[in-house]
T-cell receptor, first 114, second 113 residues
Framework: GESVGLHLPTLSVQEGDNSIINCAYS??????FIWYKQESGKGPQFIID?????DKRQGQRVTVLLNKTVKHLSLQIAATQPGDSAVYFC?????????????FGGGTRLMVKP | DAMVIQNPRYQVTQFGKPVTLSCSQT?????MYWYQQKSSQAPKLLFH???????NEADTPDNFQSRRPNTSFCFLDIRSPGLGDAAMYLC????????????FGPGTRLTVL
């Protein structure tokens, strides 16, 4: 379902440190998960995805971990840079009669301090 | 290099005055989506087209309509915008509606006066 909120949780990290952004998803039938990065005034940008038959996937400087037992997803960013400052959304994807449903989590704002 | 293009990037309209937002894609994807995103909130799906088949979300107001004249283009029509319709409107595409990555355009910021 839709996440509603006036205030996004914020993670503040020092440049060069690692960042971990967490997400709890809602539907145990979800079988595909995506992390998006959204910079101010722009559309969401695909970062990395993972299917439910995996529990870890690595990209360039990013790693996604999936724990289906507790319905938890995390995004790890190594050596965080100022350009990583953005809002990060996890999205879960499950199939219903209307086709795929991409449901977004509430988002986390990442602020990188130089 | 643009893949999902939205025009205009910023749109100002008056209360009750119909407005149309456009989206085009160069990916030849079968599915096109429209989302509404309000400040500090996650995108909310309004509807999507799978080829010519229109799929409306149950809670999308009748004030919002969509047209897809061909594979490349999709339009969002707001028949009588209210102040509460001010938001960022995002278009997205995917090859297939099943477990496929959606690619988003830059969005159109709608202001209602």
């Amino acid at each position: 379902g839709e996440s509603v909120g006036l205030h996004l949780p914020t993670l503040s990290v020092q440049e060069g440190d690692n960042s971990i952004i967490n997400c709890a998803y809602s539907n145990s039938a979800s079988d595909y998960f995506i992390w998006y990065k959204q910079e101010s005034g722009k559309g969401p940008q695909f970062i990395i995805d993972i299917r439910s038959n995996m529990d870890k996937r690595q990209g360039q400087r990013v790693t996604v971990l999936l724990n289906k037992t507790v319905k938890h997803l995390s995004l790890q960013i190594a050596a965080t840079q100022p350009g990583d400052s953005a809002v990060y959304f996890c999205a879960e994807n499950f199939l219903n009669n209307a086709g795929n449903m991409l449901t977004f989590g509430g988002g986390t704002r990442l602020m990188v301090k130089p | 290099d643009a893949m999902v293009i939205q025009n205009p990037r910023y749109q100002v309209t008056q209360f009750g005055k119909p407005v149309t937002l456009s989206c085009s894609q160069t990916l030849n994807h079968n599915v096109m989506y429209w989302y509404q995103q309000k400040s500090s909130q996650a995108p909310k799906l309004l509807f999507h087209y799978y080829d010519k088949d229109f799929n409306n979300e149950a809670d999308t107001p009748d004030n919002f309509q969509s047209r897809r004249p061909n594979t490349s283009f999709c339009f969002l029509d707001i028949r009588s915008p209210g102040l509460g319709d001010a938001a960022m409107y995002l278009c997205a595409t995917s090859r297939d509606p099943r477990r496929d990555t959606q690619y988003f355009g830059p969005g159109t910021r709608l202001t209602v006066l």
